[in-house]
């Protein structure tokens, strides 16, 4: 299985700030990479496909970067609606697989 | 839009079967370029990846695919999945999703969205 590691587990940070989470993959998966935000009790919602493609209605202040086996997700201005936890996701092979999540708090 | 809809008991026995079902609606299940798929989540933890299903046979995690069933009931537009021999560990938030696959150009695209709104399943006597 392809091991997923996010990295900060938790971040805690203040609106406006610019804050950057990083994925890595423990074998090479190309841009084969997607990430998800998930808020308290619902379902999680894809934001980047692909590792740089921003999903249709996203705010822009959402970014996503990276090959190969290292990734960086990016909210440029944070804002109250953007507490949630974040997740990487690969799609390289069977079985796809999860980063364990950021929990981003203000 | 595509939503979807899990439902099913939210109470199974231990060594009992899990079986849970997700509803589509908005659009068909016979539409291409979509795998219907199963993640789980237990309580404060990350996602897995449990299996999805095309037209043809299902792909399971090979952890789970002793004990894993999914199938679909084009009829209904419904998909299904069943797990077996279910133990505390299976306690979790089950999610049904479409997942797209595409290729442009010989890139392929590939992600999950949308997702049902889960529901949770505990495992207990």
């Known amino acids: 299985d392809f091991q997923m590691t996010q990295s900060p587990s938790s971040l805690s940070a203040s609106v406006g700030d610019r804050v950057t989470i990083t994925c890595q993959a423990s074998?090479?998966?190309?841009?084969?990479l997607n990430w998800y935000q998930q808020k308290p009790g619902k379902s999680p919602k894809l934001l980047i496909y692909?590792?740089?493609n921003l999903e249709a209605g996203v705010p822009s202040r959402f970014s996503g970067g990276g090959s190969g086996t290292d990734f960086s997700f990016t909210i440029s201005s944070l804002q109250p609606e953007d507490i949630a936890t974040y997740y990487c996701?690969?799609?390289?092979?069977?079985?796809?697989?999860f980063g364990q999540g950021t929990k981003l708090e203000i | 839009q595509v939503q979807l809809q899990e439902s099913g008991p939210g109470l199974v026995k231990p060594s009992q079967t899990l079986s849970l079902t997700c509803t589509v609606s908005g659009g068909s299940i016979n539409s291409g370029s979509h795998y219907w798929t199963w993640i789980r989540q237990p309580a404060g933890k990350g996602l897995e990846w449990i299996g999805r299903?095309?037209?043809?046979?299902?792909d399971y995690h090979p952890a789970l695919k002793s004990r894993a069933s999914i199938s679909l009931d084009k009829s209904k537009n419904q998909f299904s999945l069943k797990l077996t021999s279910v133990t505390a560990a299976d306690t979790a938030v089950y999610f049904c999703?479409?997942?797209?696959?595409?290729?442009?150009?010989?890139?392929?695209?590939?992600?999950?969205?949308?997702w049902g709104q889960g529901l949770l399943v505990t495992v207990s006597s």
């Open positions: 074998q090479d998966i190309a841009t084969y």
């Open positions: 692909s590792a740089s």
């Open positions: 299903v095309y037209s043809g046979s299902p």
């Open positions: 996701q690969q799609y390289e092979d069977l079985p796809y697989t």
């Open positions: 999703a479409r997942e797209t696959w595409q290729v442009i150009g010989t890139t392929p695209y590939n992600w999950f969205a949308p």
